[in-house]
């Protein structure tokens, strides 16, 4: 049995080595290259990665370049150069085109239910991975005895 807990502890040991890898490389998410812009040109550069293209799948129109999202770019700049908010420029996307232009589901109403199932899913997983450590754990410490 001291087999199955070393296979165990070792399985265990790189389980924690892939999530350091995996955090420490999303680091680099988090680097901002572009203090050289004003704050409206900040604005429509998150703005250009919240809408989708309408006609292309799973692209937004910051990856897109037909031009339905040139047209899109070209709106959400004059937008924001008249003073609108962030919030009335998707407002007004989602009445023409739905809720569907946007790239992320908003956190709210049933939409949130999209935000909380991968973090009961995460939970239930760490629960899960525990519990079943534990009880590998008991088991091999009561046949040494």
Known sequence: MK????????????????????????????????????DNEIRFLNLE???KCP???AETIAESNTK????????????????????KIKSFLISKYGKE???????????LFLWVIPLVVLLFGIFTYWSLYKTIRFRTKGEQS
């Open 101 to 111: 232009i946007l790239a992320t589901p908003q956190k709210k109403g049933s939409d």
């Open 68 to 87: 339905v999202s040139k047209d899109l770019k070209d709106f959400i700049k004059l937008k924001i150069d008249e003073g609108w908010s962030d919030n």
């Open 55 to 57: 006609i292309c799948p």
């Open 3 to 38: 087999n199955k807990e070393k296979i165990f502890d070792n399985r265990l040991n790189n389980y924690f080595i892939c999530l350091f890898i995996i955090v420490i490389s999303m680091t680099g998410c988090f680097y901002n290259i572009d203090n050289d812009l004003s």
């Open 49 to 51: 990665k919240q809408i």
